[in-house]
């Protein structure tokens, strides 16, 4: 379902106090709490100037968003369906039968081409995990001074777009690592990184002319039902080129020398957000998926470049 952007009015001093009143006796007192994923900062309230109108050179405009009846794309066989050579670094685990990974060359740069669509995931049982076409990278032990570094440019084209702005959008890359102490998933995710579509206004209200990028952190380890806080961090336009660097890995307190640090810092657009996981010690491991993964209406069309990767063992 297509959504315009909402714009926030100001509210008088004491309808504020009021609100804060409420929302001060909640479980978590951030602000509304849905699918228990717990919404801490609003999004902006202009959408950027850009024309949505645009097809991007590499763009799917195919209004048939099934999975083709020849079954092309069907990879029964093996998620690590891939290209010789890939531009792009890591395995790919490919759990959709959309399409499977090509590659774009616009102005003399390669791009890695995911494109998924709501319920394409052919591979695990039904109504269970969301399709992705993602790529993962080398795991770094917990050792202080050990760590996993990921560096490439994303471009977005388009993300999932569902009935609920907690169901809308697509990750583009996350942070995972096992821990001590059991709960949770086997392969749990510590810190995803999520666009969400930002709509235009008019005639263009139907289209995705921007996303805003969303930190969607674990608050404890292994869940327990607590949910994970959803921070906004920025917005990009459509098929603008962004910088992203994600470096996770293990360092030293420096308020306790019998402690540690299980950090998991990024720098989009030259911006940097800094974060550490809760529970370090109990942090078995570091590492990073990007690609696309997550679509629960519509398509996600998500583009990576000069993407490489560093990890470090202690």
């Known amino acids: 379902m297509k959504k ?5 009015k100001l509210v008088s001093l004491s309808a504020l106090i009021i609100f804060v009143t409420f929302f001060s006796c909640t479980k978590d007192g951030l602000g509304y709490s849905e699918d228990i994923l717990i919404y801490k900062t609003p999004v902006p309230e202009t959408a950027p100037d850009t024309d949505p109108t645009v097809v991007a050179a590499d763009e799917d405009t195919s209004t048939d968003l099934a999975c083709p009846a020849s079954g092309e794309f069907e990879n029964n066989s093996t998620r690590n369906v891939d ?14 039968c959309y399409s499977d990974y090509s590659e774009s060359i616009i ?9 998924i669509t709501d319920g394409s995931n052919h591979w695990d049982t039904a109504g269970t995990l969301q399709p992705r ?19 490439g440019e994303f471009r977005i084209l388009e993300v999932g777009d569902a009935d609920s702005d907690s169901q809308s959008g697509t990750y583009i890359s996350q942070a995972k690592g096992q821990h001590t102490g059991g709960g949770g998933s086997p392969d749990p995710a510590i810190c995803l990184y999520l666009a969400k579509p930002v709509y235009g206004t008019g005639i263009n209200a139907d289209k995705q002319v921007a996303f805003d990028i969303y930190a969607e952190r674990i608050l404890e380890r292994g869940g327990s039902g607590s949910g994970r806080e959803v921070v906004l961090l920025k917005r990009v336009n459509k098929n ?29 657009g030259g911006e ?32 990576w470049a000069n993407t490489a990767h560093e990890i470090v063992e202690k």
């Open 240 to 268: 603008e080129i962004t910088s992203f660097d994600l470096e996770v890995g293990f360092k030293a307190d420096p308020t306790d020398s019998t402690k540690k640090i299980h950090y998991c810092n990024a720098i989009i």
């Open 133 to 151: 076409i993602e790529r993962s990278l080398p795991i770094a032990n917990s050792n202080v001074g050990s760590l996993v570094k990921f560096t």
């Open 272 to 303: 940097a957000f800094n974060w550490n996981i809760p529970d370090p010690e109990r942090g078995t491991q570091s590492k990073i998926r990007y690609g696309a993964y997550r679509v629960k209406g519509g398509r996600a069309q998500i583009r």
């Open 4 to 8: 315009p952007n909402f714009t926030y």
């Open 83 to 96: 290209i010789p050579n890939p531009n792009n670094v890591g395995e790919v685990d490919d759990r959709s």
């Open 107 to 115: 102005d003399g740069t390669t791009w890695g081409v995911y494109n």
